[in-house]
């Protein structure tokens, strides 16, 4: 193939570059996702938001995948980014265990206040397990259904990513070795 007089050859730099724009581009996707998302959810409530809902996840499951089809391991990392032990040892794997259990609350309870905070707004809208409408008492058992919920989700999703992603590190170093 004839290559033309002003073509550049890639190199690192442009696919990193590259790279960079697309996560970019991709970061600013989701955020007018989420916000049109919570715009639509006030304005005519839950069901509203099933494209922006399929759109945001198949985008971010999509890019997961994309993500570590190679010899790329994110290991798991606190919730303040502090990056956690990754050997196999009991000691490790309690560490992370706790590390995933303050991250699934953390997010459940983010969550969790959001779909109150939301449903306070419009009562329409209501992402909860068991619905309680009316008094404070009944936003406060919501909030509380639905962060165990959440959390139970998110700690499954953690531990599943996390482990897995430290045997792959695991394995990977052990070839190297």
Same mark, same amino acid.
């Given at each position: ?108 309870? &983010? ?42 989700? &998110? ?23």
């Amino acid at each position: 193939m004839k290559q033309r007089k002003n073509q550049v050859k890639t190199d690192e730099r442009t696919i990193k570059n590259t790279g960079t724009a697309a996560v970019i581009t991709l970061a600013v996707i989701w955020v007018s996702l989420i916000i049109i998302g919570i715009v639509k959810t006030v304005k005519y409530g839950a069901e509203s938001i099933t494209e922006e809902m399929i759109i945001f996840l198949g985008s971010m499951v999509l890019f997961l995948i994309l993500k570590h089809r190679g010899d790329d391991v994110d290991l798991p990392e606190s919730f303040s980014g502090k990056p956690l032990p990754a050997s196999l040892s009991r000691e490790d794997k309690l560490t992370r265990l706790k590390a995933y259990a303050v991250d699934s609350l953390i997010n459940g309870a &983010f969550l969790a206040a959001l779909n109150v905070a939301l449903n306070k707004i419009n009562p329409n809208f209501h992402y909860t397990v068991i619905a309680f409408s009316g008094g404070i008492l009944n936003s406060v058992l919501n909030f509380v259904i639905d962060t165990l919920v959440l959390f139970a989700v &998110f700690m499954l999703v953690n531990y599943f990513w996390g482990e897995h992603n430290v045997k792959k590190y695991n394995k990977m170093m052990e070839e190297n070795d």
